[in-house]
C-alpha cells in the first residue's frame, strides 16, 4: 500500500490549480505526507496570496518564499526545514522558464541570456535543491523532477527548453549515481501536455494536445492527477528500487514513431 505517512516533504513550483506541482502536492497530501510548499515571490505579494489560498486544504507545516536565482532564499528555505523538520524525505522539483521569444524561431536565434537563464531556473535549479536537501535526507529520500519530450526529440515552439530537459535529464541521471549511497533516489517524470500556467506560453499547445489525443495509444492526454499518482509511487517505498530513470506519463505518446 501507498503510505506517505511520517514523511516530510517539499513541493516547488505550485502557481495554481492547474499546476502538475498542485496535483503533486494533492496526492502526496492523500498518501499521508507533511508537505511544506514554497511559492514564487512577487513585490505586491500577490503569488502568496494565490498559492497559500490554494493550499490552506492541504494544512502545509512550512510555507516558504522561495526564488531559485536567489541563493539567500535557498539557504533559509532549507535552514527553515532543518530547524522545524529536523530531516527531509521528498523533494518535488517543478521549475522551469524560458524568456517567450526564445521559445519560437531560429534555435540559432537564441540569446546568450536566454539560454543562459532558461539554463539556470530549469536545469541547474535541480543541483542546487538537490545539493541544499542531500544533508537533511538523513534516512534516504526521493527527489523527483519534472520534464517532457522535448529534451529527446524536437518539439514545435519548445526550442531553448528542450535544451534545457536534456540538461535536467541528465542531470537527474548523476545525481541518482551521486547519491545513491546515501539511498537517495532521484527521478524524473516525463508528462505529456497538459493546459497548464507555464505550458500556455508554448505555441500551438492546443494543436499539440488535440494531435496527442489522436496518435497516443490511450486515445487521450493525462492529468495533473495522474502525474501526482506517478510521484507519490514514486516518492514511496513501492519505488525503493527505481533511480535515475525517466518515467513517461503521457497516455503511451512516446512510443509511437507516427
Not at 535557498?74 to 524525505?89: N, V
Not at 537563464?117 to 534516504?140: E, F, N, R, V
Request: aromatic content about 6%; glycine content about 10%.
Amino acid at each position: 500500500m501507498l503510505d506517505l505517512t511520517g514523511k516530510n516533504a517539499l513541493v516547488t513550483g505550485i502557481a495554481n490549480n492547474r499546476s502538475i506541482a498542485w496535483g503533486i502536492a494533492q496526492q502526496l497530501h492523500k498518501a499521508g505526507a507533511n508537505l511544506g510548499i514554497t511559492y514564487l515571490p512577487d513585490e505586491r505579494g500577490r503569488m502568496e496570496t494565490k498559492v497559500a489560498d490554494l493550499v490552506a486544504p492541504l494544512n502545509p507545516s512550512l510555507f516558504l518564499p522561495c526564488d531559485v536565482q536567489n541563493e539567500a532564499q535557498i539557504q533559509s528555505t532549507f535552514q527553515a526545514i532543518a530547524e522545524k523538520w529536523e530531516k527531509l524525505d521528498i523533494l518535488i522539483h517543478c521549475l522551469a522558464f524560458a524568456n517567450k521569444d526564445d521559445l519560437s524561431g531560429d534555435i540559432s536565434g537564441t540569446s546568450r541570456s536566454g539560454y543562459a537563464k532558461a539554463l539556470d531556473i530549469s536545469a541547474y535549479s535541480l543541483l542546487q535543491l538537490s545539493g541544499a536537501a542531500k544533508p537533511l535526507m538523513t534516512a534516504g529520500g526521493s527527489i523527483v523532477t519534472l520534464t517532457y519530450l522535448g529534451g529527446v526529440r524536437v518539439i514545435p515552439n519548445y526550442n531553448v527548453m528542450g535544451i534545457a530537459k536534456a540538461a535536467l535529464e541528465m542531470s537527474v541521471r548523476y545525481l541518482a549515481s551521486e547519491m545513491g549511497p546515501q539511498n537517495i533516489r532521484v527521478n524524473a517524470i516525463s508528462a505529456g501536455p497538459i493546459r497548464t500556467l507555464a505550458s500556455s506560453a508554448v505555441g500551438g499547445i492546443l494543436d499539440m494536445i488535440h494531435h496527442v489525443e489522436q496518435v497516443a495509444p490511450l486515445r487521450r492526454t493525462v492529468t495533473q492527477t495522474e502525474v501526482g499518482n506517478t510521484a507519490a509511487f514514486l516518492c514511496s517505498d513501492l519505488a525503493s528500487g527505481i533511480t535515475g530513470q525517466v518515467i513517461y506519463v503521457d497516455a503511451g505518446y512516446e512510443i509511437m514513431g507516427m
